[in-house]
């Protein structure tokens, strides 16, 4: 058997990323039907996730080589071709992101920024998004559905690392974890180019700005049952 060695693909931020977005999503989702403490832990998950994603899309262009946006789009026919060889539970291994991986990445961020941005224009009897009476809007009803989608698409991306973990002998998690991905020592492969050290500090400087200005943005006052009004600051 050849002798294996790690081959870093993932750079920090990208994990630092993914893994903040994985607990932030569940924060929402399980604070999204509660009340009082739970309603202003949601709101900010949701504001923070959206800081999270600014800095993802600078962090795109100038991040490290398989973090960039540039590697992940791939001709349908790739695309159509892994999904035969996932269908055979025999999948190559890759790099960075496989073609189907990197299009359902894309997808999974697209569902989530609009479920983010929706909810700061929301309003109903128990909370408001703070953009919704600044924009005399109401995408509640967008909200709750765009959300749905994303637990749905959620289950499905589970799914997908599960079957393309099992299909290319690869643990794709583990390698989220870690950075590296094993190869053998006469394969070639080399470590990923890093990213941009000042695109770094300009993609972090904005996310900070994004999410710290949402949540200074003040809360609009909420009824109570009895129809009095309150403000959870």
Known sequence: M????PVRVWDAPTRIFHWLLVV????????????????LVHRLSGEAIIGLLVFRFLWGFQGGEYARFSTFFAPPREI????????????????????LGALASIVLMLIVALT?????????????????????VNLKELHEVSFRLLQAMVVVHLLGVAVTSFASRENLARAMVTGAKKRPADSG?????????RALIAAAGAAL?????????PHPPQETEHGEEHDDH
């Not at 999904?83 to 190559?92: P, Q, T």
């Not at 492969?189 to 050290?197: C, E, I, N, V, Y």
């Open 2 to 5: 050849a002798e294996m060695t």
């Open 24 to 39: 932030l999503i569940g924060v929402c989702w399980f604070t999204g039907e509660e009340e009082g403490l739970a309603t």
């Open 80 to 99: 159509f071709a892994h999904i035969k060889e996932l269908m055979r539970f025999r999948a190559s291994q890759t790099l960075g992101h496989n073609s």
């Open 116 to 136: 983010a941005v929706s909810g700061l224009l929301s309003a109903d009897d128990d909370r408001t998004g703070p953009l919704s009476l600044i924009f005399n």
């Open 189 to 197: 492969a080399r470590d990923a180019k890093p990213g941009s050290s």
């Open 209 to 217: 700005l994004t999410a710290g200005g949402l949540m200074l943005l």
